[in-house]
């Protein structure tokens, strides 16, 4: 398991965002080519620029609040991960993440085609959205994991979207954090863009126990560092896009990002996957 067997270490991971998929209202002919050169220049600058691996995330404008969608959209994801996974290799660290909340949708298509985690935006406990409220299901996020024999899948357990500005609450927050992991996920993943309240948040949940910490992006190369002193692994968006969020995955960005991080803390992996 990706965060079980490197602990102590720092996990960085880019993202790889995706335009619309088939069976999404913005969706035009020809983007499914498009999705697959985008993907593998992304990838390969993420591996060429030192980075461990890349998280692709469907960005589809238009999203539905539960946790399921048409079955081409795991297709297309399925399709994406594989060639990925073809042309970077085992050692590459693949990430999924679908729709606005789509644990069940994106362990389908992680199982189907070799990807090491998913992550959604609520886990447990519900957020707003542009959508409407979005419900974390545990329970059907797990029981599905466990019928399709995909526990090498890493389930990380996003609590962002309820601990932001005036609603955080250390306590509940480390309750949370507690109880996600119990119920079987195996990283907790928050973020804040302010470098202060990011390592609050990290030492709060170490507080409760020692479970990973993944930040959901808000890295800059010149503050990366700092703000990963006592988290485990980050997504890295905009500081590897060249500040163009949603754009292509830029190799000098990574390379330089990757030094910076690499200076400062142990970025070798053990990517043995059980």
């Not at 490197?6 to 991971?13: Q, S």
């Not at 085992?90 to 199982?111: H, Q, R, S, T, Y």
């Not at 928050?190 to 930040?215: A, M, Q, W, Y």
Request: negative net charge.
């Amino acid at each position: 398991m990706l965060f079980k067997n490197n602990k102590g270490k720092k996990i960085v991971i880019g993202m790889i965002h995706l335009a619309p998929f088939p069976g999404t209202p913005q969706y035009v002919e020809g983007n499914l080519a498009r999705l697959e050169e985008k993907v593998l220049k992304d990838a390969k600058a993420l591996k060429d620029g030192g980075a461990h691996g890349g998280l692709l995330q469907t960005e589809d404008w238009v999203f539905e609040n539960r946790d399921a969608t048409d079955p081409v959209r795991v297709a297309a994801m399925s399709a994406l991960i594989s060639v990925v996974r073809h042309e970077m290799g085992p050692d590459f660290i693949i990430g999924c993440g679908m729709l606005w909340n789509g644990m069940v949708p994106a362990l389908a298509a992680a199982k189907g085609a070799g990807a090491d985690f998913v992550h959604g935006k609520v886990f447990l406990g519900e957020a707003p959205s542009p959508y409407g409220t979005v419900v974390g299901q545990p329970f059907k996020t797990m029981m599905y994991r466990k019928i399709i024999d995909a526990q090498n899948v890493d389930v990380v357990a996003c609590l962002t979207e309820q601990f932001t500005g005036e609603q955080y609450d250390k306590h509940y927050l480390q309750d949370m954090a507690f109880e996600a992991m119990r119920m079987g996920a195996d990283a907790i993943e928050i973020s804040h863009p302010e470098t202060e309240v990011n390592n609050r948040i990290c030492r709060d949940i170490k507080e409760k126990g020692d479970f990973p910490i993944l930040l959901h992006g808000g890295t800059e190369i010149e503050d990366c560092v700092k703000k990963l002193e006592f988290a485990d692994a980050v997504l890295v968006g905009k500081a590897f896009e060249n500040g163009e969020r949603f754009g292509y995955v830029v190799e000098d960005c990574v390379k330089r990002y990757m030094e910076q991080v690499g200076n400062a803390y142990d970025i070798t992996l053990n990517l043995k996957r059980d």
